[in-house]
């Protein structure tokens, strides 16, 4: 997820002379920090189920508290930025980063999913904050011509993470030990707190590393000379009002396409480990291996679908996707063995282009209403922490059935089908609200 590309005026001398190559590059790192955070997120919800033993539903509260954290921060990440400027707006939310990484260590030295809860909660104001700051200095980082080229870049780099995370996941924190019910039980005390506290502990070393590469991050970040780019041009326009903006009915419909779009994603990727596990009868291992072929399938989609979107116009295209998507999370449900997994990854190949796709679409026409129209499809990823609780309670009311819980992003697809056939379209406003 992505938040939108925002533009400012910039004074050409406030960057001559200067060597950009250095900041683009911190830049990118960002982009593959936060994607880090975000894709280990699959790997963290089946391990922390087991070592916590917790339902479905608990599960999800991992989402929860990451997308919890975004929707809260996301008007006071802009007042930081304002405020600040985006030097030291990033530093603030790489530092907020750090701390909630290393709360990783006490929390799993004391076994404590609350403790886990508050870390990621920490780290997703962080992110948040970062997110906020790097989309749009890197589009204004140098000749406005070149801001969609940066752009792409550098969430090049966001989907290189979405391979590697579920791979150092998969090596540093799954164990690929799951015992039974049964097992568990004929265990002593001692010996069952010792598993729990074993499994806890494999989260230590990654999100130690985690921690460690944010505060160098954020050195680097404090000693490098970055160009100062600041208003030059005043707004010309009133900029529009927040709830005003859902006057635009293709853009309430595009925040409420985002919202089931950003559920739809996270509810895949949380419980996609036990779903390979349960529908395909994969180990844990491989399960974990086979989500990060998804993330690779995922970074493809977006090359493809940005080949594709030359020819094809946007509406059409998401419509195309999210009806295969549909049809291949229908197959993930009904089905048994390894396919119901190639199903999944192929459901990643074919959401790659919906985030940013939605989000033209939604802001399209709005004129003056297109800065508030941007916050609410921003806000409006809150689904990621809603939609895979809900997921997680059909799951338990289900006898603990996987399967039967992937209906709830198969119903998120209808919604983006909706929005892709009608509810994009641009209605004329009435003269009185013109």
């Known amino acids: 997820m992505q938040p939108t590309q925002q533009t400012e005026a910039i004074s050409e001398s406030s960057l001559k002379g200067k060597t950009l190559l250095l900041p683009f590059i911190l830049i990118c790192s960002l982009f593959f920090l936060w994607g880090m955070v975000h894709n280990l997120d699959g790997i963290l919800i089946p391990h922390l189920k087991k070592a916590c033993q917790l339902n479905n539903r608990q599960s999800t509260l991992v989402d929860t508290a990451i997308f919890l954290a975004y929707f809260m921060m996301a008007i006071p990440a802009g007042i930081l930025l304002k405020q600040f400027g985006y030097k030291k707006s990033i530093v603030i939310g790489l530092l907020l980063a750090t701390v909630g990484a290393a709360l990783f260590i006490p929390a799993a030295n004391a076994l404590a999913y609350t403790g886990f ?5 920490i780290i997703g104001c962080g992110i948040a904050i970062l997110e906020t700051a790097a989309n ?15 752009l792409n870049i550098a969430a090049f780099f966001n989907g290189i993470a979405a391979m590697v995370a579920p791979y150092v996941g998969t090596v540093l924190i799954l164990s690929g030990k799951d015992h039974t019910e049964a097992e568990l039980k004929a265990m002593s005390a001692a010996e069952r707190s010792a598993y729990f506290l074993h499994e806890a502990s494999s989260v230590k ?5 985690l921690a460690g590469t944010l505060a160098l991050v954020a050195i680097l970040f404090l000693v490098s000379k970055l160009p100062e780019i600041k208003n030059v041009a005043k707004e010309e326009t009133s900029g529009g009002s927040f709830f005003g903006a859902l006057k635009h009915k293709h ?9 089931f779009y950003v559920g739809a994603q996270v509810c895949v990727t949380s419980f996609f480990i036990r779903m390979a596990k349960q529908g395909a009868g994969f180990d844990e291992k491989t399960a974990g291996y086979y989500l990060a072929m998804y993330g690779l399938l995922f970074m493809g989609g977006r090359f493809v ?14 419509a195309i996707y999210a009806v295969i998507s549909t049809l291949l999370c229908a197959i993930a449900i009904l089905g048994k063995g390894a396919y119901v997994v190639y199903c999944l990854g192929a459901i990643g190949f074919f959401m790659s282009i919906m985030f940013p796709t939605i989000f033209a679409l939604g802001i399209d026409g709005i004129g003056d209403d297109t800065k508030p129209g941007s916050s609410w499809l921003i806000m409006s990823i809150v689904g990621g922490a809603i939609l895979p609780y809900i997921m997680g309670t059909v799951i338990d009311k289900n006898h603990d ?9 198969l119903v998120c697809f209808l919604f983006i089908i909706y929005f892709a056939l009608s509810g994009y379209k641009i209605k004329a406003l009435k003269r009185s609200e013109e």
Request: no cysteine; charged share 5%.
């Open 251 to 259: 853009l309430s419909w595009a925040v409420v396409a985002q919202f």
């Open 117 to 121: 809860l508050v870390a990621l909660f």
């Open 205 to 209: 070393l990654p999100y130690g590393i």
């Open 305 to 318: 679908g940005t080949v594709f979107l030359q020819f094809i116009k946007s509406h059409k295209l998401l």
């Open 401 to 409: 059935n996987i399967q039967a819980g992937y209906i709830v992003p």
């Open 136 to 150: 749009p200095y890197s589009a204004i980082l140098g000749d406005p011509a070149g801001a969609t080229t940066r």
